[in-house]
């Protein structure tokens, strides 16, 4: 079966200093991996998927993360945070049919 | 502006009551999908329609019925809910078949007196 796990409930960093949000994954067969974020209130937004080719996926905002298929992990990055991308992050993979099965979220911040 | 709106926004409601959660879509997405958000728990599936057909049901209490009267529109029907029901519930839509990403409404926070 699919799972997602993010094993940080919360991460800190301070503004102005490279950022990494953790998710490691299993599926059968080739992995379809997105990664979104939520503000307070707010639904979720997209950030960024990979499906095929390079590892390096570049997304919304700056964000990056890097698919390392024998670690089956697919971390978020970012170079330089801002105090703006404090928020809920969430990593998922496609399961059976179109839908999507998600991690449990981690919450980042960025402090001043 | 994502392109799913859903209504209302925040809805309080008694356990016999019965209230309705609308998400229309704008995007020209096929498939839509009903989650529940609960504090501490993980995003939980509750309902795929493709295609305006129901295709994933995840253990959902009837309590709960879904209605998808044409690829637009999404409703979730509530009726004699429990208070462990209050939750912020997330429409979502994608074009399917693919591995396009979903796209959120703001959700509706509902709560069970």
């Known amino acids: 079966a699919q799972s997602v796990a993010q094993p940080e409930d919360q991460v800190n960093v301070a503004e102005g200093n490279p950022l990494t949000v953790k998710c490691t994954y299993s599926v059968s067969g080739n992995p379809y991996l997105f990664w979104y974020v939520q503000y307070p209130n707010r639904g979720l937004q997209f950030l960024l998927k990979?499906?095929?080719?390079?590892?390096l996926v570049k997304g919304s905002y700056g964000f990056e993360a890097e698919f390392n298929k024998s670690q089956t992990s697919f971390h978020l990055k970012k170079p330089s945070a801002l105090v703006s991308d404090s928020a809920l992050y969430f990593c998922?993979?496609?399961?059976?049919?179109?839908?999507?099965?998600f991690g449990k979220g981690t919450t980042l911040s960025v402090s001043s | 502006e994502t392109g799913v709106t859903q209504t209302p926004r925040h809805l309080v409601m008694g356990m016999t009551n019965k209230k309705s959660l609308k998400c229309e879509q704008h995007?020209?997405?096929?498939?839509m999908y009903w989650y529940k958000q609960s504090a501490k728990k993980p995003l939980e599936l509750m309902f795929v329609y493709s295609l305006e057909e129901r295709v994933e049901n995840n253990s959902v209490p009837s309590r709960f019925s879904p209605e998808c009267p044409n690829s637009s529109h999404l409703f979730l029907h509530l009726h004699t809910l429990q208070p462990e029901d209050s939750a912020l519930y997330l429409c979502?839509?994608?074009?399917?078949?693919?591995?396009?990403?979903?796209?959120f409404g703001d959700g509706t926070r509902l709560s069970i007196l």
């Open positions: 979502a839509s994608s074009q399917d078949p693919g591995n396009q990403p979903q796209h």
């Open positions: 995007l020209g997405h096929n498939a």
């Open positions: 998922a993979v496609r399961g059976a049919g179109t839908a999507l099965i």
């Open positions: 990979y499906i095929t080719g390079d590892n």
